[in-house]
């Protein structure tokens, strides 16, 4: 084929993304900012099960982390320890990790099956995390606010109905995660109905 043929194509690409950037994205999504794999110097996946996400699961990671802590120090130790002999997982568990003063960090490729420690199937759930221990410590404002922000964001741009987010204490018996503090901002469905407010921004 002749490369004129292909501008058709290439005209219609334009569009749609002049279409796209011209007010049609709501600035809440404009906002989050995904700190790639390469900033917390992750190490290579190994190859994994591979699934199509249709719910939205959060967890805590459980263990302390302050918002004066590092974070990135703290994501590529959970990496260490997940890919070591202990565990033998493919990657981080988690798809994504939203730090205490709420920076959002890219975890495992979203179209693989996370891990668990628990009697769950991960299999279709997004997994979101929130570093730090959820049962010992409130929520920091930054992090609650980044997360209900992150279901947004997954709900839009995977095509998954926001209406499925739950935690992991809502798959297992065998964990109250993700702590207590953050649990109670799922019972009294402030979650659901920020994550509404902001689907539903104009
Ligand atoms: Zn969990």
Same mark, same amino acid.
């Given at each position: 084929?002749?490369? #004129?043929?292909y501008?058709?194509?290439?005209?219609?690409?334009?569009?749609?993304?002049?279409?796209s950037?011209?007010?049609k994205?709501?600035?809440?999504?404009?906002d +989050?900012?995904?700190?790639p794999? #390469?900033?917390? @110097?992750?190490?290579? %996946?190994?190859p994994?099960?591979?699934?199509?996400? =249709?719910?939205?699961t =959060?967890h805590?990671?459980?263990? @302390?982390?302050?918002?004066? &802590? &590092?974070? =990135?120090?703290?994501?590529?130790?959970?990496?260490?320890?997940?890919?070591?002999?202990d565990?033998?997982?493919?990657?981080?568990?988690?798809?994504f990790?939203?730090?205490p003063d709420?920076?959002?960090?890219?975890?495992?490729?979203?179209n693989t099956v996370?891990e668990?420690n628990?009697?769950?199937? %991960?299999?279709?759930h997004?997994?979101?995390?929130c570093?730090?221990?959820?049962?010992e410590v409130e929520v920091p404002?930054?992090?609650l606010? #980044?997360? +209900?922000?992150?279901?947004?964001?997954?709900?839009?741009?995977?095509k998954?109905?926001y209406?499925? =987010?739950?935690?992991?204490r &809502?798959? #297992?018996?065998?964990?109250t995660?993700?702590g207590?503090?953050?649990?109670?901002?799922?019972?009294?469905?402030?979650? @659901?109905q920020?994550?509404?407010?902001l689907?539903?921004?104009?």
């Amino acid at each position: 084929m002749r490369s #004129s043929n292909y501008w058709p194509l290439i005209t219609m690409l334009c569009m749609a993304m002049a279409c796209s950037s011209s007010g049609k994205i709501q600035s809440w999504m404009r906002d +989050v900012s995904i700190i790639p794999r #390469s900033e917390w @110097k992750a190490n290579d %996946p190994i190859p994994y099960l591979r699934h199509e996400p =249709v719910r939205i699961t =959060v967890h805590h990671e459980g263990t @302390k982390l302050l918002v004066t &802590d &590092d974070a =990135v120090r703290k994501i590529k130790g959970i990496q260490t320890w997940g890919m070591g002999k202990d565990r033998n997982w493919a990657d981080v568990p988690y798809h994504f990790f939203i730090a205490p003063d709420g920076k959002i960090y890219e975890g495992r490729n979203i179209n693989t099956v996370g891990e668990t420690n628990t009697e769950y199937n %991960p299999k279709g759930h997004l997994l979101i995390c929130c570093l730090g221990n959820l049962n010992e410590v409130e929520v920091p404002e930054a992090q609650l606010a #980044s997360l +209900v922000k992150m279901i947004a964001y997954c709900s839009r741009t995977y095509k998954i109905p926001y209406e499925t =987010v739950a935690t992991h204490r &809502d798959y #297992s018996k065998q964990t109250t995660c993700p702590g207590k503090y953050l649990y109670s901002y799922f019972e009294n469905g402030y979650i @659901k109905q920020e994550v509404r407010k902001l689907l539903e921004q104009k």
